[in-house]
């Protein structure tokens, strides 16, 4: 399993908060971490709000474990589309135009944003978690 990871997944990886023990459980499981570059930014900066400097730079050095999808003029132009079509914010569509590169058969995409969530589930990826409540 390929597992997608969005900054409201990976965040709950430094910080404990409902849906941490299913993050470190897909963690566990998948044989690839992927984001979308944007995702570091993300991540980094919210670890730095809640817990601190020194869980930031956790999280920054983790990042070397994970394939990096890197932000270009086709990645973009995706995204634009399915900001579009979905009515999506401009980060949720990044990491979802980044998410439909891999093979879909493969891919788990996490995350707790709802707009993402449902957009993801509409282009015919899995979930986890499968349904937000």
Known sequence: ????????ALVKRYLEEEGSELVHEVMRAADAWVACR??????????ALAAGRTAARRAADDWTAIEVIEVDGGLAERAAELAITHRLRTLDALHLAAAL?????????TTWDRQLH??????GLLLAPEHLS
């Not at 944007?38 to 670890?47: I, K, L, P, Q, S």
């Not at 590169?101 to 995409?109: K, N």
């Open 101 to 109: 590169l891999a093979p879909p058969a493969d891919l788990v995409l």
């Open 38 to 47: 944007v995702g570091y930014v993300e991540t980094v900066r919210a670890v």
């Open 118 to 123: 449902g957009a993801a589930k509409a282009a």
């Open 1 to 8: 399993m390929i597992l997608y990871l969005d900054a409201s």
